[in-house]
């Protein structure tokens, strides 16, 4: 058994903020029309098994690595390369979710806004309507080991040799026969190949990637003769998160907005449950991330305390659950019923059967939108889920005071009275 321990790195890097692309009606057009010989697209994935939320984070790095491609290469300032890539847009997928379930970003986001700060982006399926989906290069990325002295130096170098043992399932494989590499590619690895495969350690911004991929991409279309490239960055959450302390991040993360239809969805749910925004929504994220942070959440007896509390010092009563709770967790099914709250409060939950035709990572984008809406949000410590409502509701909502607050491991009330007075420290937003 191989235990892969994967260490997310934070570094502060002073960067010169990238001035956004001028936005472009491009959805006057299709996108299968955008699909012309010209153009280079750039794709990218993130490590498999990793939620939704996570790889709306990893959005955020490709489009600084597709924002320092569009700059003109100072060795190559005649040539007019920049002005063409398209960002394609990797299916999510959940181990999650129903076997075999894939959303493409238009399910969920609005394309229209991401082209805020994006030129021109394309789901994956409009990059599978070609007469031949094949990939040019593949860069395969992997966290550059420390030095001597156990720290890291910022860069990037080619590997001699590619190893794929730190991805299980995600690697690739040489068809001698057909002399193209193979891989999963998102699901569709009957479909899709590449014509080469490139391994780089890395440790910095994604944008460090942009001087090679410039490179690559000039060289391809000068030995090929046409102007079309395509490329994919393999395990694009290897390159550094953006500081929250930058515009740039707020500025893409801006962008990411949800579509109408799903907005409209939970505006009717809060609606038909509460009429108003008064009601705390408190996000208790369960199933496997019980068996990895326990000792960073409360047991629910504690957290029924802790609910009860902020009700009390806000004067509410409704509560929204939002969780990722299964079936056969009867802890959690317990916690649900109505004996444990009293006759002065009403709990409430989404009953996806009532979403008929949605998908999972629509509902999971709906109980978000509702999160954000409420008067008070209490979430789960180290989940990305309520990291993005924080978010959401730092962007979006016009309270007066910071209203978000994470669940405690350790609570009494007797001792702790009003455990949450002080709201949960969030990055705010950088305008």
């Not at 076997?99 to 991401?114: K, M, T």
């Amino acid at each position: 058994v191989v235990v892969v321990v994967f260490v997310f790195l934070t570094f502060v890097i002073d960067v010169a903020l990238l001035t956004p692309t001028t936005t472009t009606s491009s959805h006057q057009r299709t996108h299968s029309q955008s699909l012309l010989q010209d153009k280079r697209y750039l794709l990218y994935s993130v490590n498999p098994g990793e939620g939704f939320n996570l790889a709306r984070d990893v959005y955020i790095r490709a489009v600084v690595l597709y924002k320092a491609l569009q700059q003109p290469r100072q060795q190559n300032i005649n040539d007019d390369s920049h002005t063409r890539w398209v960002l394609v847009l990797p299916p999510f997928t959940n181990p999650h979710w129903p076997r075999g379930e894939i959303l493409q970003w238009n399910d969920v986001f609005d394309l229209e806004a991401l082209e805020l700060e994006v030129h021109e982006v394309m789901n994956f399926e409009d990059f599978m309507r070609r007469k031949k989906p094949q990939i040019d290069t593949v860069l395969h990325l992997s966290l550059k080991l420390p030095d001597k002295k156990g720290g890291w130096e910022m860069g990037m170098s080619q590997e001699h040799a590619c190893s794929f043992s730190s991805y299980p399932g995600a690697g690739f494989v040489k068809d001698e026969k057909e002399q193209v590499w193979k891989g999963s590619f998102w699901g569709y690895g009957d479909l899709v190949s590449a014509k080469s495969v490139k391994c780089y350690s890395m440790v910095g911004l994604a944008d460090l990637l942009a001087p090679t991929i410039d490179s690559l991409s000039t060289a391809a279309v000068k030995e090929s003769s046409k102007d079309s490239f395509t490329l994919m960055v393999a395990h694009l959450q290897v390159a550094s998160a953006v500081s929250p302390m930058k515009k740039l991040y707020w500025d893409i993360r801006k962008s990411m907005r949800f579509l109408p239809k799903l907005e409209e969805r939970a505006f009717d749910i809060i609606q038909s449950m509460f009429q108003d925004s008064h009601f705390i929504a408190v996000h208790l994220r369960r199933s496997d991330f019980l068996n990895v942070h326990r000792n960073k959440i409360p047991p629910l007896s504690h957290t029924i305390m802790q609910i009860k509390d902020l009700l009390d010092l806000y004067s509410l009563y409704n509560v929204y659950i939002a969780s990722d709770a299964r079936q056969d967790d009867s802890e959690f099914w317990n916690f649900m019923k109505a004996s444990n709250w009293g006759n002065d409060i009403q709990v409430h939950r989404i009953q996806r059967e009532n979403l008929n035709g949605m998908k999972s990572g629509q509902v999971a984008a709906i109980e978000q939108i509702v999160c954000t809406r409420a008067r008070v949000f209490l979430g789960t410590p180290s989940s990305t889920f309520t990291t993005r409502i924080q978010e959401e509701r730092d962007l979006h909502t016009n309270h007066k005071e910071d209203t978000s607050h994470l669940l405690l491991q350790h609570f009494n009330l007797e001792h702790t009275p009003h455990f949450n007075t002080k709201p949960t420290a969030t990055w705010k937003v950088v305008k």
